[in-house]
């Protein structure tokens, strides 16, 4: 015989539910679903520094800053390197100074030392003098330059002088010596006490004792030409 439990009227038996987990169960088991979202987290942040790691590596070594103790004297003086000066003269014609290395002297903004210092200028009568040097002093307010350490001068006219010491008045476009002279041009050679350039005229006048070698046209038959004392 076969009982229903319909048929009786009693209902079926239901599936308990478990009761949550308590004790050390429990913390296990969110111990497990924390680790689920953050080991994949820290995986992603650790090869992301991996791949940014060299290139921030490399930046530090490209450029740094630090703050370097210099002196006082140092600090009030203005360097510059390859430095260019152009201006314009009294008849309002350009000249040029350049230089490899200009410092402004402490105490006197007026005054400029240059090293290797070269000046471009043009004559009134429209020569071009080219000079250079190893050292010079630039005045800014009256455009005059104190050249030192050897000078060579160059006019456009062939002639070429040396001294030690010469003051080019770039305003005037005049230059002078007071220094032996040696130089050389179309006609001979020249040694002299100093030098005078007139901004107004192509001659350069040689002062103080002088003494010139002419070049005079070569007799036939001989290679040298005659000189003239």
Known sequence: MTLRAEADGVAPTKRRLHAPLTGPFAR???FVGVMKVLL???AA????LVVIWPKLSLEDKRFQISFAKLPSKEVESLAMQNARYFGLDESNRPF???SDQAIQIPGNRDLIHLQAPKADFTSTSGANIVVDAAA???HQTSKTLDLSGGVNLFHDAGYEIHTPTATI???RNSARGVEPVEGHGPQGRIEAAGFELSGKGHDITFTGKAHLTLRGASPKGQGQGAKRR
């Open 96 to 98: 040029a100074v350049t």
């Open 40 to 42: 994949p987290s820290l």
């Open 136 to 138: 010079g002093i630039y």
């Open 45 to 48: 942040l650790l090869l992301g």
């Open 169 to 171: 008045d770039l305003s």
């Open 28 to 30: 296990y088991s969110r």
